[in-house]
């Protein structure tokens, strides 16, 4: 590229400024349109993640199939500990009940833990509005309880309440209450482990031994390991959500098409106004060519033309989505859970993307340009300037 072609290129941009916006505002809204729906993919992939892979175990080993319970517990947690980038491990045992308080009952879901065990696996303390998780530990008869669950029964910290299940009963207290912004919080009960052995009545017991690992890609491998070593029924959090993969797979799907539309559209745009500068400057291009100007000059000067209006783009562009995921999120838009798994519409803005809105910029302004660049390129200088 010599000097000239670069100089010519930026006089027809100064010169037809109103063109060059046009082109500019084309790209530019394509680019925040990209990023802005890359946001807000990310976003709610992300959600997804949290709600059904961080916020639940990895690993789930349950009973064999024919017994209800894990009986060896203590071993498979240990035999569990041995696999690498393992995190936590905790054993668990659940039940059906009612909690009742005065004149108020409600259906609710125990869950018996070791709090160590459990709140590394759950963090679970992290969620706690009130109270010590460690007091699972040291108080046989105490409780944590979801906010929502507390609403309801109207109960308050240290007050008691019974939990009743068939012909058992048993007075627990509320040691402390949780909020994990999800179904838990109107349901679940977390009570020491020894509790909910004698409140079931099964002796020592669990349901189920669920771990975390470090890398959550890792867990169908571990799986398939466990299931050649034992009989014990091995899931992986992809086994429990593949639904949810699939729903992603599919939303990257009509993403990409969406994409390749944008694309399109806005460089069928780019292209529409250049061939109008083209058809503008018909005797101009021949003068160029009647002055020694090669076809392939004329080519790059309307190239470069077109990719000087490329980074603007790109930069407005990135401005635009960025300003457009800022008042997304100040809404805080409420999404229902049960259509669309997260809770609430979330735009994730990372620098990748920006990096992506230039490369966009640049191919869109490229590709548009390639068609009426080579047609300049073609004409002849006679019939050029005699048009004029």
């Given at each position: 590229?010599?000097?000239?072609?670069?100089?010519?290129?930026?006089?027809?941009?100064?010169?037809?400024?109103?063109?060059?916006?046009?082109?500019?505002?084309?790209?530019?809204?394509?680019?925040?349109?990209?990023?802005?729906?890359?946001?807000?993919?990310?976003?709610?992939?992300?959600?997804?993640?949290?709600?059904?892979?961080?916020?639940?175990?990895?690993?789930?080993?349950?009973?064999?199939?024919?017994?209800?319970?894990?009986?060896?517990?203590?071993?498979?947690?240990?035999?569990?500990?041995?696999?690498?980038?393992?995190?936590?491990?905790?054993?668990?045992?659940?039940?059906?009940?009612?909690?009742?308080?005065?004149?108020?009952?409600?259906?609710?879901?125990?869950?018996?833990?070791?709090?160590?065990?459990?709140?590394?696996?759950?963090?679970?303390?992290?969620?706690?509005?009130?109270?010590?998780?460690?007091?699972?530990?040291?108080?046989?008869?105490?409780?944590?309880?979801?906010?929502?669950?507390?609403?309801?029964?109207?109960?308050?910290?240290e007050n008691e309440f019974l939990l009743v299940r068939g012909n058992r009963s048993m007075a627990l207290k509320v040691a402390g209450i949780f909020e994990t912004e999800t179904s838990k919080d109107k349901s679940l009960v977390y009570l020491p482990l020894a509790t909910a052995q004698e409140l079931l009545g099964k002796g020592d017991v669990v349901s189920e031994v669920d771990i975390k690992i470090k890398?959550?890609?890792?867990?169908?491998?571990?799986?398939?390991?466990?299931?050649?070593?034992?009989?014990?029924?091995?899931?992986?959090?992809?086994?429990?959500?593949?639904?949810?993969?699939?729903?992603?797979?599919?939303?990257?799907?009509?993403?990409?098409?969406?994409?390749?539309?944008?694309?399109?559209?806005?460089?069928?745009?780019?292209?529409?106004?250049?061939?109008?500068?083209?058809?503008?400057?018909?005797?101009?291009?021949?003068?160029?060519?009647?002055?020694?100007?090669?076809?392939?000059?004329?080519?790059?000067?309307?190239?470069?033309?077109?990719?000087?209006?490329?980074?603007?783009?790109?930069?407005?562009?990135?401005?635009?989505?960025?300003?457009?995921?800022?008042?997304?999120?100040?809404?805080n838009i409420e999404l229902p859970s049960e259509i669309y798994v997260v809770s609430r519409m979330t735009v994730s803005m990372k620098p990748e993307f920006f990096l992506y809105a230039v490369i966009f910029a640049l191919a869109v302004n490229f590709v548009a340009g390639l068609y009426p660049a080579w047609k300049a390129s073609k004409m002849d200088p006679v019939e050029a300037i005699g048009s004029g």
């Open positions: 590229m010599t000097m000239y072609e670069f100089t010519i290129a930026q006089r027809h941009i100064l010169r037809n400024p109103r063109m060059a916006m046009f082109t500019v505002a084309a790209v530019t809204l394509a680019v925040a349109v990209i990023v802005v729906l890359m946001g807000l993919t990310s976003g709610f992939e992300d959600e997804v993640i949290k709600t059904t892979v961080e916020n639940n175990p990895h690993i789930y080993v349950q009973p064999k199939e024919d017994e209800k319970y894990v009986y060896l517990y203590k071993t498979v947690s240990a035999i569990l500990w041995s696999y690498p980038g393992v995190l936590a491990v905790s054993a668990r045992l659940d039940g059906k009940a009612a909690a009742k308080y005065k004149d108020k009952a409600r259906g609710i879901e125990f869950w018996g833990v070791d709090p160590t065990d459990e709140d590394r696996l759950m963090a679970v303390s992290n969620d706690l509005v009130s109270g010590d998780f460690q007091d699972l530990r040291t108080r046989k008869f105490a409780a944590f309880i979801g906010t929502k669950l507390a609403e309801d029964l109207k109960l308050h910290p890398d959550i890609y890792q867990a169908p491998y571990i799986v398939d390991d466990l299931r050649a070593k034992f009989r014990y029924q091995s899931k992986s959090w992809e086994d429990l959500d593949a639904d949810i993969l699939n729903l992603i797979q599919t939303q990257h799907f009509f993403s990409i098409i969406l994409y390749l539309l944008i694309f399109v559209i806005a460089g069928f745009g780019i292209a529409n106004t250049m061939i109008m500068i083209i058809t503008r400057r018909t005797k101009e291009i021949g003068i160029l060519m009647a002055m020694g100007a090669s076809g392939r000059s004329i080519l790059k000067i309307f190239m470069i033309e077109s990719l000087i209006l490329a980074p603007p783009s790109a930069v407005l562009g990135g401005i635009l989505a960025y300003l457009a995921g800022l008042a997304i999120m100040s809404y």
